[in-house]
């Protein structure tokens, strides 16, 4: 989707190493997610982000970190990866779209395989 | 706390024919909304439909359409006429209605579209 990047489109890490997800938007949208996308279990919220300078802890936060330092860049940061941690990332942003009208739009996703 | 709940992690649907995704919702919230998002094989999350808690017209888009029971707490997405390029994994989601709340996931429901 148009205005949100994600870096990598995929990596294979080692156990034990760490790693950065990036995330870029350029819609200037206040509020950003990240989830894990797991098979037989849907997306799981990791973390957010309500503005720039907040974070929030989401359903399974464990292992990872965030920050928000500004507007577009959500990085999410896995500082010592685990095999659990393999998965599907999508980074997604809220945008009230016209009114109360609503939306989520998501990134395309980084696959990671941790060994 | 909400929860999402999609009972069917697999189905089918012949060609041309008419299939109904299950979900149901439960929530002590009288405002929110829900969502259907579609994940082709392209891992891309697509919104298909989403309606208004307050609205008690069904939502429509073309060959998709809801069938929301409030009271029921029940949320079923119908494919009418389904095409090949209908077969992908189908979320459904719930958010409530203030600024900050987050989006929640059901597990999925896997549609097979038969040739």
């Known amino acids: 989707i148009a205005g949100i990047t994600q870096a990598p489109t995929s990596q294979i890490l080692a156990a034990g190493r760490r790693m950065t997800l990036r995330c870029t938007q350029d819609m200037r949208h206040n509020a950003m997610y990240w989830y894990r996308q797991d098979l037989g279990l849907g997306l799981r919220l990791i973390h957010y982000s309500n503005t720039a300078g907040t974070t929030g802890k989401g359903e399974v936060p464990d292992g990872y970190s965030v920050s928000r330092a500004n507007t577009d860049d959500f990085p999410l940061t896995l500082a010592s990866a685990v095999p659990s941690q393999t998965s599907v990332y999508f980074c997604a942003i809220y945008v009230i779209v016209a009114g109360d009208s609503n939306e989520q739009f998501f990134g395309p996703g980084t696959r990671l395989t941790v060994l | ?115």
């Open chain 2, 1 to 115: 706390a909400q929860t999402v709940t999609q009972s069917q992690p697999e189905m089918s649907v012949q060609e041309a024919e008419t299939v109904t995704l299950s979900c149901t919702y439960d929530t002590s919230e009288s405002d929110y909304y829900l969502f259907w998002y579609k994940q082709p094989p392209s891992r891309q999350m697509i919104l298909v439909i989403r309606q208004e808690a307050y609205k008690q017209q069904n939502a429509t888009e073309n060959r998709f359409s809801v069938n929301f029971q409030k009271a029921a707490k029940s949320f079923s997405l119908k494919i009418s006429d389904s095409q090949l390029g209908d077969a992908a994994m189908y979320f459904c989601a719930y958010r409530g209605q203030n600024r900050d709340d987050k989006i929640i996931f059901g597990k999925g429901t896997r549609l097979h579209i038969l040739p």
